[in-house]
């Protein structure tokens, strides 16, 4: 009999739900993808739901779930253990905290401490069976992190890196996979966090914690390297902020944080005394020393990671490096690794945060727990991330009856002539096929998509589209089978989770002069693929296999064919503040308040300008 496990992760941030069988992903959600709440952290009912009813249709029973199907139902974290953290530490910095313990204390008592009633009620309610019967486990937050990483990787073993904000009491973790079994071998603790600390780093600079620090990690290039500004700030981080060793443990001076007891990052007139600079507010002007503080602090996060790696390949002799946790989706951390050679292969979970969890936590509920046996393949077991629901043409063409909207329905080979010669005349579209990503990077099947080799793409895409900052750069997706003829690596990135640098017969000469505003550097072309190369001729690749997205890959070798060329800007198919659309009527949604040209879901194909006025 088969072996059924639902995965949750709830409360914190990116609530999500995933479902395994025999250790293979069937089928996984973020909440917020269906409750269009950015980074929704409630209990991910809808997504519990899917699991039940989607993904059940493709486990061996080929129907929807009811409780009793399942072997476990695994919860991402210990709570109780995770609120042990939470009352030493507002007893120990006593009476500092009073404020974020009555603010806390409610969500606990109501929900968080007695997730076990909760996700049975919810089970029942959602399927109308009992579910008293189901098996309630619960790994701890960085063990579940740790098997998101290790068992889905392509390999038989491998030292395995988590590094976070904070779980229970781990910020941090180095461990060892063999086969289906997982050590831990090292962890750091609460309140020092290399996480905590970036999200630190990402409130200064003026942006959202939990969601901003891929604009901080976005902003660093336009720092200037060599600059006495730079130096001075690296400097400063590593003298007053934190104490970073030879081993990867660091230890932060707490004089200068406030998120162990506080309601905010940091004390806002420490930092500014120290640095010289009045933090950031939001949405504020973004100087020269915003961008030389933003290089600082990739620079020392980067430096840190790269010790923890060399721990982890000390600790294990491993070859094979693991990689999840949020600070795992520091992609341009990750490129370094990878450049400095510290591994020789490298795996990242699309999904490396809390999100992940869900799968990490149902993963080691089956092979830890179970016993359940795992067989390295040689190749990842993520689907290629496309793993979330999947909308059939009779659900496209209700939500185009119900909208008024008027479409085209093609064949395959015209859908895809016609995408690829309006995206080579200019055009913009919006794309929307199969299965869902799991994760937060579109990978293809929720994707806007445009040329790269459009010099003013960056900023109508930033602007006109995204509504987002100017300064933002954009991922290229590139034929796998091409990428060595555009970047220097050239090596394989499915998940859009490594840098590479573009290659040197792409590159433009483009040197700043002194006083350049971030504007007119914006403006200046640095390769023959100018809206997704970045100042330091960096970008965030995907590259694209025809074995996990043949619809994707057949669109890309469409457009070589027509252009020569294997490269298309690839971001997420949403408008700022909001989750990447799901559904088709979420698609729709978008196209209409933005300034997308066109419009493909599955084989129907919408053109703005023969759409009817959007209805209130």
């Given at each position: 009999m088969s072996s059924l496990i639902l995965g949750i992760s709830a409360f914190y941030h990116d609530s999500a739900a995933a479902l395994i069988e025999d250790g293979r992903l069937l089928f996984a959600v973020q909440e917020e993808r269906l409750s269009r709440k950015k980074h929704d952290p409630s209990f991910p009912a809808a997504a519990v739901r899917a699991c039940l009813e989607q993904g059940g249709r493709l486990s061996s029973l080929g129907r929807p779930l009811a409780p009793a199907d399942l072997a476990a139902a695994a919860f991402y974290e210990k709570p109780l253990l995770k609120f042990e953290r939470l009352l030493e530490t507002y007893y120990g910095l006593a009476p500092r905290g009073v404020s974020q313990f009555v603010t806390a204390l409610p969500s606990w008592l109501g929900e968080k401490l007695f997730i076990k009633r909760v996700i049975r009620a919810e089970l029942e309610r959602l399927t109308g069976a009992p579910a008293d019967g189901v098996k309630l486990l619960f790994p701890e937050h960085h063990l579940s992190h740790a098997a998101s990483a290790f068992y889905p990787s392509p390999f038989g073993e491998a030292a395995i890196l988590t590094v976070d904000g904070v779980g229970e009491w781990a910020t941090g973790t180095i461990s060892h996979g063999e086969g289906s079994a997982i050590r831990v071998l090292r962890e750091q603790r609460f309140p020092d966090s290399l996480g905590l600390l970036y999200s630190a780093f990402t409130f200064y600079a003026g942006f959202k914690v939990n969601s901003g620090e891929y604009k901080l990690m976005g902003l660093a290039p336009y720092g200037e390297p060599g600059g006495d500004r730079t130096a001075r700030f690296r400097r400063l981080i590593l003298s007053e902020l934190v104490d970073s060793r030879d081993d990867g443990s660091i230890?932060?001076?707490?004089?200068?944080?406030?998120?162990?007891?506080?309601?905010?990052?940091?004390?806002?007139?420490?930092?500014?005394?120290?640095?010289?600079?009045?933090?950031?507010?939001?949405?504020?002007?973004?100087?020269?020393?915003?961008?030389?503080?933003?290089?600082?602090?990739?620079?020392?996060?980067?430096?840190?990671?790269?010790?923890?790696?060399?721990?982890?390949?000390?600790?294990?002799?491993?070859?094979?490096?693991?990689?999840?946790?949020?600070?795992?989706?520091?992609?341009?951390?990750?490129?370094?690794?990878?450049?400095?050679?510290?591994?020789?292969?490298?795996?990242?979970?699309?999904?490396?945060?809390?999100?992940?969890?869900?799968?990490?936590?149902?993963?080691?509920?089956?092979?830890?727990?179970?016993?359940?046996?795992?067989?390295?393949?040689?190749?990842?077991?993520?689907?290629?991330?496309?793993?979330?629901?999947?909308?059939?043409?009779a659900e496209a063409e209700a939500m185009a009856r119900e909208a008024g909207a008027v479409y085209e329905k093609l064949s395959d080979a015209e859908l895809l002539e016609r995408a690829a010669a309006l995206i080579a005349g200019g055009a913009v579209i919006g794309w929307h096929q199969g299965r869902a990503e799991w994760g937060p990077r579109a990978l293809g099947n929720r994707s806007i998509l445009a040329d790269a080799r459009n010099p003013d793409m960056q900023a109508r895409l930033n602007l006109k589209i995204k509504h987002r900052e100017n300064f933002r750069p954009f991922a290229p997706s590139v034929l796998a089978e091409d990428a060595a003829d555009y970047f220097e690596a050239g090596r394989a990135s499915p998940y859009m989770l490594l840098v590479d640098h573009l290659a040197p017969a792409r590159r433009l000469p483009a040197k700043d002069e002194p006083g350049m505003t971030l504007q007119e550097r914006l403006g200046r072309a640095r390769s023959d693929l100018p809206a997704v190369t970045h100042l330091d001729y960096s970008a965030r690749v995907q590259t694209v296999h025809r074995e996990t997205n043949s619809r994707y890959h057949a669109l890309l070798s469409a457009f070589r064919q027509k252009t020569g060329c294997g490269v298309l800007v690839n971001t997420s198919f949403n408008v700022r503040g909001e989750p990447i659309v799901c559904s088709p009527a979420d698609a729709y949604r978008c196209f209409m308040r933005t300034e997308l040209d066109y419009l493909a879901i599955g084989n129907l194909f919408f053109d703005k300008k023969k759409q009817p006025a959007e209805r209130s």
């Open positions: 230890r932060l001076n707490q004089n200068y944080f406030d998120y162990a007891a506080g309601l905010r990052m940091i004390r806002d007139r420490r930092w500014e005394q120290l640095f010289g600079l009045p933090r950031r507010k939001p949405e504020g002007p973004l100087l020269r020393e915003h961008c030389d503080f933003a290089l600082a602090a990739q620079q020392v996060t980067e430096e840190i990671v790269l010790k923890l790696a060399r721990e982890a390949r000390r600790l294990t002799g491993s070859r094979n490096l693991c990689l999840a946790g949020g600070v795992a989706l520091n992609c341009v951390a990750n490129g370094r690794l990878l450049r400095e050679n510290i591994s020789d292969d490298l795996w990242v979970q699309p999904a490396a945060g809390d999100a992940g969890g869900a799968l990490g936590a149902a993963l080691a509920a089956h092979h830890l727990y179970f016993g359940g046996a795992r067989a390295a393949s040689g190749s990842d077991g993520m689907l290629g991330a496309f793993a979330g629901p999947e909308y059939g043409e």
